[in-house]
């Protein structure tokens, strides 16, 4: 919403300066996005007298001109065509900034010739985009004049950011009466004429809606206005309209623009010679189109309200009108439709037709009822008063619908819930300011809101205008009691474990990126997603279609951009949700993180190590770990998903429901197609499966420690290539639990003939005293036994 | 020989060993079962008993002496073969380690830790709710009727309809968890709600998803005036500053009834922003009381129960307190960005040892 000082000062009487205004505006909740003053822009720039303007002796197509200026007489070389003698123009002397470039202007020989000051266009001061010649300042202002106020550019232009609750705060008498119950002027009453008709008008209006759709347009209120000259509006309507960037287009139509602007009062004008017969309003039929006033065309449905005339919809109602009917220089019979729109209805038609219009935003938001007969008669006179003519009695059909609703003020309640402390007197007077009628009754007031206030709807409502009026900065600071003297933990276990993670791996070396939460559906289905329920249905770019599977695709596709900028070796990890379906359940916490490359790089001491599946196998158990959960509560199978390098991936999990983490090698396909360089080692762990801790309290169980030296023995097994390394780890511990308290894989060799030696350090605890040598040949041997069983394996000779 | 000879030559000897070997050589020599010295005990069973009585002494005063110098050259001799070996270990210290990776905290989750160390102080839970809603909890609870305008003006992300006609959304703001609280927790309720949003919009300053921390307040009499005092809390302990001006305007939220958006003072300086000082302000959040709607419509009487509601942007505080010019390189996960605006692992914001 945008006006000008002195408009808004046609209906508030006010002595406030701009930056008064513009507070106040702020704090009453109308955000002032902009003040543009041309006064302060345009100050070193004034209006001259061109006394002699000829051709340039030495260039055919530049002009020299005699200036009379305010610091005398100066001789000015000007390629302007339109530079003529005895024009008044805008000068700029030397020393003065040029707007446009930002270089300030000196005195330059042209062609031979003196150039001492400079006629501007109004491209040059950043007024408009024209450049085809120099201003020519329409009036008769003494050199000297500022040329902000020789061009009606000193009435300063709010621009007000307008919330979606305020269809009043659209036109500006809205806004002036919201100043005004602010204290910053007082609200000129409304001029509201009342037009004698003269003749009965000879196009008659009918609502025709289905019954129950009658609020799709409950009121129409028209006028005929027979021998109308249109033409140009007045010079002061359309400077109004040009500084809130409206172009003017012939008087009738500025006239409908003003009051739209002015009262938020969206009308229309029909040339009355081309309407044929009767009006009416009513629902689109299948298949009707309009060539609507934006020079399209569009095809409507039923549902949508049309204004009709014998052949079919001449307008659609609230939006935008149509061709056929429009005004022109030529128009002499006009007929006005002020009507009400329902504002679902005209949000819902606008959107489907993609049209925005003033009307639209205005009718959509909820415009004052009541407010529509008033409208017309402004309007009305106003065509009167510019375009000459003789207005017909009123048309009207329907009526206005009643908007009446009424709602208590407890005199506590503004204190309660806005927590200000405001006088009962001035809290009533706020309300009648603003439009309520309001009656004292006990312990508070009966509001009945004003017709133009559709968003005032409880007592809540009532509170925030006492609260907005009187200002927010008024409310005092109350602090909030504390709940406890020393604050009590507030994060949840899997929070906890959020940070844990988070902070683990950046320990472990990985940077932590956020990434976007969807991607293409390619890659989702490539990491086992892109089902229908999690595609987008209006995604925004080919690159964010479905919502992510999994973290690694979107870790992976960084890990391609990095390696583009020439990055190798990193770790990149991130801790978030990912969607397995669209209901709240499947969405999961996980951790993600990949490996990209070398794990240990060239350096001067050693060689290059690349990044394998223990690596992301460590960083699986550390976080786990670091989320209190035990390495041996795990079972380690050699399955992974199919993103994974299906010999080179394993999974960790509590029983095969329960799958906590994978890890592994990217599989050298997925690399490819993603274009990253591999090897990449990732994981990813699913945080919500990890068991909540099982321990309570704070104490650990007792530290129970032998005095006696643990040994440690080696064995080496000949095994098939087959057997897991866990097998041997299992079937050495199950000896003995207790006494058996380590065991170990520390070498794997590979023989010929499909097996493999495993080698075994194995770690037995004495309790009661130390053991014989016996007693460890007795436990070894049973060990060998055990091994053997379990796997077949052989010792190595 | 004699004594006095024998003890001369022998020192000379132990002397003159070069190496351990030599000196063993030497002890062997002369203190061997046949060594030089040995050797003279054999002569005192011919003596009288008063020669073998001296020469006896003096006999083992030389073994003491020869075995004592024995020790002394053997010590130095180790001496000097350690202090050659010393001499020939030395390393290039100039030289660099061994390569350790170097990890970062996102600035988004810094500052997630930031937020929650500040308002768990004040007895904030931290809640949560899913980034895949249902129009109700996105949308008509927190009072917005389907043909509401500002419903319109959130840039919503949509998935397929369904075959009963319904279908889901990403949800827009982190508002919904508002209702999912206050349906599951009975009054008083204090929540933040950080998380993942998602508008349909994508352009310098903004991204298709980005993070938001609602919070509310739900009991008898938390008012205005109790919002205002957090948000102006919050704002000096988040932005470590002792004091900061802030304007509260009026301003309209479907959700809240009084509502009120909050700019906090600031200053540009060659394009960086400082806050506490200068005369610019900077809107940061929008808030207000609970609208009587969407308590009703999370199942609370708004004649018994009231409170607040606030929404803030995450990404957004995290620029402004941590001078980051750009949203988009948030999600960027370009690792020169990682590594400038991250955090150190045990950077771990705390009230007692200071937030960043």
Redesign the interface.
């Known amino acids: 919403m945008k006006f000008t000082l002195s408009w808004l000062k046609d209906h508030l009487d006010t002595s406030a300066t701009v930056d008064e205004i513009a507070a106040g505006l702020?704090?009453?909740?109308l955000?002032v996005e902009e003040i543009s003053d041309k006064t302060k822009a345009l100050a070193a720039f004034t209006v001259a007298h061109v006394q002699k303007a000829e051709k340039h002796p030495n260039a055919d197509k530049l002009r020299l001109c005699v200036v009379e200026t305010k610091d005398g007489v100066k001789q000015v070389v000007c390629g302007a065509p339109n530079a003529r003698t005895g024009m008044k123009a805008i000068i700029a002397l030397p020393g003065v900034t040029i707007p446009v470039t930002g270089a300030v202007f000196a005195p330059a020989t042209i062609r031979g010739v003196e150039s001492q000051a400079m006629m501007c266009s109004e491209r040059e001061l950043m007024l408009s985009d024209e450049h085809d010649g120099i201003i020519d300042v329409q009036g008769d202002w003494p050199v000297g004049t500022p040329a902000a106020q020789a061009l009606g550019l000193d009435d300063p232009m709010f621009y007000v950011k307008v919330?979606?609750?305020?269809p009043d705060a659209l036109g500006l008498y809205g806004i002036a009466r919201d100043l005004a119950a602010k204290g910053l002027g007082t609200l000129k009453p409304l001029a509201a004429p009342s037009v004698k008709g003269t003749f009965d008008s000879p196009i008659g209006v009918t609502l025709d809606f289905p019954k129950g759709d009658e609020k799709a347009c409950p009121l129409f209120v028209g006028r005929y206005i027979r021998g109308v000259k249109n033409g140009p509006s007045p010079a002061w309507m359309q400077q109004r309209l040009k500084a809130i960037g409206l172009r003017p287009i012939s008087a009738l139509v500025d006239i409908t623009n003003y009051i739209t602007f002015a009262y938020a009062r969206p009308l229309h004008v029909f040339d009355a010679g081309k309407v044929h017969g009767n009006i009416t309003a009513r629902f689109a039929r299948e298949g009707e189109t309009i060539t609507a006033l934006d020079n399209k065309s569009y095809t409507l449905a039923p549902g949508m309200t049309v204004i009709a005339d014998e052949k079919g919809p001449e307008a659609v109602g609230g939006i935008i009108g149509g061709i056929p009917s429009c005004c022109t220089d030529g128009t002499v019979d006009v007929f006005l439709e002020a009507a009400y729109f329902d504002?679902?209805r005209t949000?819902?038609t606008g959107?489907k037709l993609g049209i925005n219009s003033d009307a639209r935003y205005r009718f959509?938001?909820g415009i004052d009822p009541a407010f529509t007969p008033v409208g017309a008669e402004i309007a009305t006179q106003m065509i009167l008063d510019l375009c000459g003519g003789e207005a017909s009695h009123p048309v009207i059909a329907g009526k206005v619908p009643d908007t009446k609703r009424t709602f208590t003020l407890r005199k506590t309640r503004v204190?309660?819930?806005?927590?200000?402390d405001c006088p009962w007197a001035d809290q009533l007077r706020i309300l009648r300011a603003l439009g309520f009628t309001v009656t004292e009754a006990a312990g508070g007031a009966s509001c009945i809101p004003p017709s133009w206030r559709p968003?005032v709807n409880?007592e809540?409502?009532l509170?925030?205008e006492i609260?907005?009026i009187v200002g927010?900065?008024n409310?005092?600071?109350?602090?909030?009691t504390?709940?406890?003297a020393v604050?009590?933990?507030?994060?949840?276990p899997l929070?906890r474990r959020m940070?844990t993670t988070?902070?683990?791996?950046?320990?472990?070396?990985?940077?932590?990126?956020?990434?976007?939460?969807?991607l293409p559906h390619s890659l989702a289905e490539m990491f086992g997603g892109g089902q229908?329920?999690?595609?987008?249905?209006?995604?925004?770019?080919s690159e964010?279609t479905d919502?992510r599977p999994s973290l690694l695709p979107?870790?992976l596709a960084?890990a391609a951009?990095?390696l583009a900028?020439g990055?190798a070796g990193?770790?990149?990890?991130e801790?978030?949700?990912a969607?397995a379906g669209?209901?709240?359940k499947?969405?999961t916490l996980r951790a993600g993180g990949i490996r990209q490359g070398e794990a240990?790089?060239r350096?001067?001491?050693g060689g290059v190590r690349l990044v394998d599946a223990f690596d992301a196998k460590a960083d699986c158990l550390a976080v786990l770990d670091a989320c209190g959960m035990a390495a041996s509560t795990l079972q380690v199978v050699n399955t992974a998903p199919a993103w994974f390098h299906p010999g080179r991936s394993g999974t960790l999990q509590m029983g095969p429901q329960n799958k906590i983490a994978h890890f592994g090698e990217i599989h050298p396909k997925i690399l490819a197609a993603m274009d990253v360089k591999g090897p990449v080692a990732a994981f990813e762990i699913v945080l919500n499966l990890i068991p909540a801790p099982r321990q309570k309290g704070t104490a650990r169980p007792a530290l129970v420690l032998s005095d006696l030296m643990s040994v440690s023995r080696d064995f080496a097994f000949v095994v098939d290539d087959k057997v897991q390394a866990a097998e041997l780890v299992k079937a050495a511990r199950g000896v003995d639990k207790v006494t058996v308290t380590e065991a170990q894989v520390f070498d794997v060799f590979k023989l010929a003939d499909g097996k493999t030696s495993l080698a075994l350090e194995v770690t037995l605890q004495p309790r009661d005293k130390t053991f014989t040598d016996e007693e460890i040949d007795a436990l070894s041997a049973r060990i060998v036994a055990a091994v053997t069983k379990a796997t077949g394996g052989t010792l190595r000779g | 020989m004699s004594l006095e000879t024998l003890e001369r030559e022998t020192l000379a000897q132990v002397d003159a060993a070069a190496d351990e070997a030599a000196l063993e050589a030497v002890r062997v020599a002369a203190l061997g079962k046949k060594g030089t010295i040995s050797e003279q005990m054999k002569g005192l069973g011919a003596m009288s008993p008063d020669e073998r009585k001296n020469f006896g002494a003096a006999l083992n005063l030389l073994k003491d002496k020869v075995t004592e110098a024995i020790a002394t050259r053997k010590a130095s001799l180790a001496d000097k073969a350690l202090n050659e070996r010393l001499a020939r270990e030395t390393v290039d210290v100039t030289l660099p380690v061994r390569g350790e990776g170097r990890g970062t905290i996102h600035p988004v989750n810094q500052v997630w830790e930031e937020i929650v160390q500040i308002f768990g102080d004040l007895g904030f839970a931290v809640a949560e709710g899913p980034h895949i809603e249902d129009d109700f909890h996105n949308f008509d609870a927190l009072n917005m009727p389907p043909e509401h305008p500002a419903r319109q003006e959130h840039d919503t992300f949509y998935f397929n309809e369904k075959p009963d006609g319904s279908r889901l959304v990403l949800r827009t703001h982190t508002s919904p968890v508002q209702i999912r609280t206050m349906k599951t927790q009975a009054p008083p309720i204090r929540i933040i709600a950080p998380g993942r949003t998602f508008r349909s919009d994508s352009d310098m300053t903004h991204t298709p998803m980005f993070n938001q921390v609602e919070g509310l307040v739900i009991d008898e009499t938390t008012h205005m005036g109790h919002l205002k005092w957090v948000l102006h809390e919050f704002c000096k302990a988040f932005f470590e500053v002792n004091e900061v001006r802030m304007r509260f305007r009026a301003s309209h939220f479907p959700f809240t009834e009084p509502s009120m958006e909050v700019d906090i003072q600031c200053s540009w300086k060659d394009g960086q922003v400082k806050i506490g000082e200068g005369d610019s302000w900077l809107e940061i959040l929008g808030s207000g009381m609970v609208h009587p709607n969407v308590m009703k419509a999370s199942g609370l009487d708004p004649a018994k129960v009231q409170g607040f509601a606030f929404g803030m942007g995450i990404d957004r505080v995290a620029m402004l307190k941590y001078g980051i010019p750009d949203l988009r390189a948030f999600f960027d996960s370009d690792l020169r960005w990682l590594r400038h605006y991250g955090f150190r692992s045990l950077n771990v914001p705390t009230l007692a040892g200071g937030l960043s």
Not at chain 1, 487 to 492: D, G, I, K, M, S
């Open positions: 702020l704090g009453i909740g955000e919330t979606a609750n305020r504002p679902v949000a819902a959107r959509e938001r204190k309660q819930l806005g927590g200000l968003d409880g809540a409502d509170v925030e609260c907005r927010l900065e409310i005092p600071f109350a602090e909030m504390r709940p406890h604050a009590r933990p507030v994060l949840t929070q940070l988070r902070r683990t791996l950046a320990a472990r070396g990985f940077n932590e990126a956020v990434t976007y939460a969807f229908k329920e999690l595609q987008l249905a209006n995604a925004i770019s964010l919502m979107n870790l960084a951009r990095n900028r990055h990193f770790a990149l990890s801790v978030g949700h969607y669209d209901q709240p499947d969405e240990v790089s350096q001067w001491q």
